[in-house]
């Protein structure tokens, strides 16, 4: 497949593609669509550049482990925006519970 035949390809059938190969040349391209996107989200939570930066690898890490979990159900957009939120949440509770158990053990 060629370069351009690949990125007129709609997420949904490049996340066919991707879960069928493991091919992580075509998850590039889902990364180069959307890393921005979930950069920003990442940011919302983050304490700063560096955090979201963090935060928006580990999101891209695990989709690629997850992505055949997407069902096509809604646009793979609005799924991969929920991840991101959802990881995000979870990242964040984490935090806040890892710095009262710091307090309680501190006092």
Do not use: P
């Amino acid at each position: 497949m060629t370069k351009e035949a690949i990125h007129s390809l709609t997420d949904e059938a490049l996340v066919e593609a991707i879960v069928k190969t493991n091919d992580t040349m075509l998850f590039e391209v889902l990364y180069d669509r959307y890393a921005s996107m979930v950069y920003n989200k990442c940011y919302g939570f983050a304490n700063g550049v560096d955090e979201a930066k963090d935060l928006t690898q580990d999101v891209f890490l695990r989709v690629f482990v997850k992505l055949a979990s997407f069902k096509g159900k809604s646009k793979f957009s609005t799924w991969l925006y929920a991840f991101t939120y959802n990881h995000c949440v979870n990242y964040v509770t984490r935090n806040t519970a890892k710095k009262f158990e710091k307090k309680s053990v501190s006092s």
